[in-house]
């Protein structure tokens, strides 16, 4: 019996923290932080692969804020350890106009859910941004001592990775402060945290170092040898046309006096300059010198977090129709790409081959093949079973790109 299980259970690869495959939503609660929030529902789209395996925690309204939380089944810490966090995505609703978050955030223990919001504190914030085309990123931001940290240069997604089809999303976090983001299980972008992130670095520059009044930083000068020509400023920028004739019907006195149309002196070398010459005097480029930084710990541990206690989605919804699912926290890649093996890689193409049955039946005729996707899913049940039929508040910012995240406002 025993060797029969172990053949039908997958095998444990790591320590699994959560995993929610989004079934129902009976692990989150919704937030109440603001009087107007749009409550979650609980479905696999208008396509899918199969829309069971695929029913995910979905965005149903237009111009929402959304926020929701659930306790990790065991909290999670990414000290002395790797920390993997995956989910999918998926926007039905992305066309030239979308605007929406996608990121999910780790949460410490004082997480209030029925509070929770943009101003609530949180550990990491991972996943893709997007507003249209042409804003469109894969965030990894780090919460530390109140301050949100952002990458220094952007993970962006290709055009053909914005499409309305499913994508998956993995960070995974080592001990040794070097990172690793995939999408859809390809790598996307690795390196150091102190390298990729405004952590505190080894060396600052001096503020009291100074650029000496005697520093020449040109690197070439005029030749003081070099003379302009005697008579060089005398030829004429134009002149007259020699070819041109006096039209036979001119009449000097209905007319005025004839005069040859300008053109161009072939002559004329324009404004003249002294040549260019090595410059003796030159020292380089001046540079503020550099200078050991107090702040800089060489031991700390900078993607280290003790208190995990929460994941949370908190976004800014423009376009209905975003689709989570199959989030999973655990200390092992392989465990979560395990997951992504079993419940995103085999619906691949056919989700694609659904959504292009969706788009037959639906589309007008001349717009098979461009992004659409029509309005809301008004078969979305409130998976919360909360009124959601108010109108959408004025934004303040918390969630996507359609609103300034809170990391946005604090690097502005």
Not at 162 to 181: A, G, I, M, N, S
């Amino acid at each position: 019996m025993a060797l029969l299980l172990a053949a039908v259970l997958p095998l444990a690869l790591g320590e699994v923290y959560f995993v929610d495959k989004f079934d129902d939503l009976s692990k989150w609660t919704q937030s109440k932080a603001k009087d107007e929030m749009g409550v979650f529902g609980n479905t696999a789209g208008k396509w899918s692969g199969d829309a069971d395996v695929q029913k995910g925690m979905s965005c149903p309204h237009d111009m929402r804020f959304y926020a929701a939380t659930a306790p990790l089944e065991k909290k999670a810490s990414s000290r002395d350890k790797d920390l993997v966090v995956q989910f999918s995505v998926k926007h039905e609703e992305h066309m030239y106009s979308f605007c929406g978050g996608g990121y999910v955030k780790l949460l410490p223990s004082s997480t209030d859910p029925a509070k929770f919001d943009g101003s609530s504190e949180y550990s990491i914030m991972f996943g893709p941004d997007m507003c249209g085309y042409d804003t469109s990123l894969i965030h990894v931001i780090f919460g530390r001592d109140g301050e949100n940290l952002l990458k220094t240069d952007k993970i962006s997604l290709e055009y053909g990775d914005k499409d309305q089809l499913t994508h998956v999303y993995t960070l995974h976090l080592r001990p040794d402060d070097t990172f690793e983001v995939y999408f859809d299980l390809q790598s996307r972008a690795n390196g150091t945290l102190l390298d990729n992130w405004p952590f505190p670095q080894p060396e600052i520059v001096d503020p009291d170092d100074t650029k000496p009044d005697d520093w020449v930083d040109e690197p070439t000068m005029d030749d003081p040898d070099d003379k302009k020509p005697d008579g060089y400023d005398d030829i004429p920028k134009e002149i007259a046309d020699k070819d041109a004739k006096k039209p036979d019907d001119w009449d000097d006195e209905d007319d005025g006096e004839w005069e040859a149309p300008r053109m161009p002196n072939p002559e004329y070398k324009g404004a003249w300059t002294a040549k260019r010459i090595p410059n003796p005097a030159y020292k380089g480029e001046w540079a503020p010198r550099k200078i050991a930084n107090a702040k800089y710990d060489p031991n700390a541990k900078l993607g280290a977090y003790d208190d995990i206690a929460y994941v949370g989605y908190e976004l800014w919804i423009v376009n209905n129709g975003t689709i989570f699912d199959n989030l999973i926290v655990t200390d092992s890649l392989d465990e979560a790409f395990q997951l992504a093996e079993q419940t995103w890689k085999p619906f691949v193409a056919k989700e694609k081959e659904a959504k292009e049955a969706w788009d037959k039946e639906h589309k007008p005729e001349d717009a098979v093949g461009e992004d659409y996707a029509g309005g809301d899913d008004d078969e979305d049940e409130d998976a919360f079973g909360g009124d959601d039929s108010g109108e959408g508040g004025e934004g303040d910012g918390e969630g996507g790109e359609g609103g300034e995240t809170d990391a946005k406002k604090d690097e502005l």
